[in-house]
């Protein structure tokens, strides 16, 4: 014998999946909370510029919010090796310097992570200005009188950065092998206070991230001896570059956001596209200018092949440069 539901219940039921499903859907559509994007350098510096701007924009297009949580140490080592091993969901990602993700590896005999295995490129976003900068004091006005004062006083002048295996310390150790000359590093936890003690005398020379010392050399408390990358930046039209007196000598230092490995490829799509349109945006390039920045666009598989490409240039830079992090 046959027991029929009576319609009333069934009706609750039916209404009773619906909603389970439509909730079950809701869960499911990305992003249903807010995404943590980790810098692993100190705030003050290019790589927190360029990811604040992005954030607040990604924010803005996904309906979620978009935190920026610095993690600094060892180079970006620590904060990229905490990032691989976080849930592969989409809610933690890695707003990185190529510093840390190409160069770290070559520097440190355990850096944590590895940045082919353990991520997935997402987006390329931005490309920094960096320059060669000297409290006003300094006798030197250009590279080449930089030059030529190192080499009568070896060892005498001191160039800060922002720790221990950054590009900051790379970029002088290349500028010295570069021009023959000796000069003392002097690591610090991360460029502002590296620049502080610029402008405030304390150390004569730096390289840094235009982000980082734009205001300082627009209101004349520190001066640029020459722009590291390979054209002229145009945030300082006037400024030389490196390798205009060291020929061969010049860097185009990257900013990509990445993903922990296993990150489902839909939200990979997602996220990629949510960037290129982030630099489309006319505020978006505006603000990247006004810190010396520019958007640097291209898909997630042509990121992927940079990070290749790089691992072994940097691997060999390091050799021959000799930098250490001890």
Same mark, same amino acid.
């Given at each position: 014998?046959?027991?029929?539901?009576?319609?009333?219940?069934?009706?609750?039921?039916?209404?009773?999946?619906? #909603?389970?499903?439509?909730?079950?859907?809701?869960?499911?559509?990305?992003?249903?909370?807010? &995404?943590?994007?980790?810098?692993?350098?100190?705030?003050?510096?290019?790589?927190?510029? &360029?990811?604040?701007?992005?954030? =607040?924009?990604?924010?803005?297009?996904?309906? =979620?919010? !978009?935190?920026?949580?610095?993690?600094?140490?060892?180079?970006?080592?620590?904060? $990229?090796?905490?990032?691989?091993?976080?849930?592969?969901?989409?809610? $933690?990602?890695?707003?990185?310097?190529?510093?840390?993700?190409?160069?770290?590896?070559?520097?440190?005999?355990?850096?944590?992570?590895?940045?082919?295995?353990?991520?997935?490129?997402?987006?390329?976003?931005?490309?920094?200005?960096?320059?060669?900068?000297?409290?006003?004091?300094?006798?030197?006005?250009?590279?080449?009188? /930089?030059?030529?004062?190192?080499? /009568?006083?070896?060892?005498?002048? +001191?160039?800060? #950065?922002?720790?221990?295996?950054?590009?900051?310390?790379?970029?002088?150790?290349?500028?010295?092998?570069?021009?023959? &000359?000796?000069?003392?590093?002097?690591?610090?936890?991360?460029?502002?206070?590296?620049?502080?003690?610029?402008?405030?005398?304390?150390?004569?020379?730096?390289?840094?991230?235009? *982000?980082?010392?734009?205001?300082?050399? %627009?209101?004349?408390?520190?001066?640029? /001896?020459?722009?590291?990358?390979?054209?002229?930046?145009?945030?300082?039209?006037?400024?030389?570059?490196?390798?205009?007196?060291?020929?061969?000598?010049?860097? +185009?230092?990257?900013?990509?956001?990445?993903?922990?490995?296993?990150?489902?490829? *839909?939200?990979?799509?997602?996220?990629?596209?949510?960037?290129?349109?982030?630099?489309?945006? %006319?505020?978006?390039?505006?603000?990247?200018?006004?810190?010396?920045?520019?958007?640097? %666009?291209?898909?997630?598989? =042509?990121?992927?092949?940079?990070?290749?490409?790089?691992?072994?240039?940097?691997?060999? !830079?390091?050799?021959?440069?000799?930098?250490?992090?001890?």
């Amino acid at each position: 014998m046959a027991f029929s539901t009576p319609l009333s219940r069934r009706v609750v039921t039916a209404a009773v999946l619906c #909603s389970a499903a439509l909730a079950a859907l809701a869960q499911d559509k990305y992003p249903s909370k807010p &995404i943590t994007v980790v810098v692993p350098q100190a705030a003050g510096g290019a790589n927190d510029a &360029i990811a604040r701007v992005v954030a =607040q924009k990604l924010g803005e297009q996904l309906g =979620q919010s !978009v935190i920026v949580d610095n993690r600094p140490g060892a180079g970006g080592t620590l904060a $990229t090796a905490a990032t691989a091993r976080a849930r592969n969901d989409g809610y $933690t990602l890695l707003l990185t310097a190529d510093s840390a993700h190409v160069i770290g590896p070559a520097l440190y005999k355990n850096p944590g992570f590895d940045p082919v295995k353990d991520f997935v490129p997402v987006a390329p976003v931005a490309t920094a200005g960096y320059v060669l900068v000297a409290h006003p004091s300094f006798p030197a006005n250009n590279v080449a009188e /930089l030059v030529k004062l190192a080499k /009568l006083h070896p060892g005498q002048y +001191a160039i800060a #950065s922002a720790g221990n295996g950054t590009l900051n310390h790379l970029i002088g150790e290349m500028l010295q092998k570069a021009a023959g &000359i000796q000069l003392q590093h002097i690591p610090y936890k991360g460029s502002a206070a590296a620049a502080t003690d610029v402008v405030g005398g304390q150390v004569p020379l730096s390289v840094q991230s235009l *982000p980082s010392v734009i205001a300082f050399i %627009k209101a004349g408390k520190l001066k640029v /001896l020459g722009v590291v990358n390979e054209k002229r930046v145009a945030a300082l039209p006037d400024a030389p570059t490196i390798g205009e007196t060291l020929k061969g000598f010049g860097q +185009a230092p990257w900013y990509a956001l990445f993903a922990p490995a296993g990150t489902p490829a *839909p939200i990979v799509a997602q996220l990629q596209a949510e960037v290129a349109r982030a630099l489309e945006h %006319k505020d978006v390039v505006d603000k990247l200018a006004t810190v010396g920045c520019e958007p640097f %666009k291209g898909t997630a598989a =042509q990121l992927g092949a940079l990070v290749q490409s790089d691992l072994p240039k940097w691997s060999r !830079v390091v050799k021959e440069t000799g930098a250490t992090v001890d």
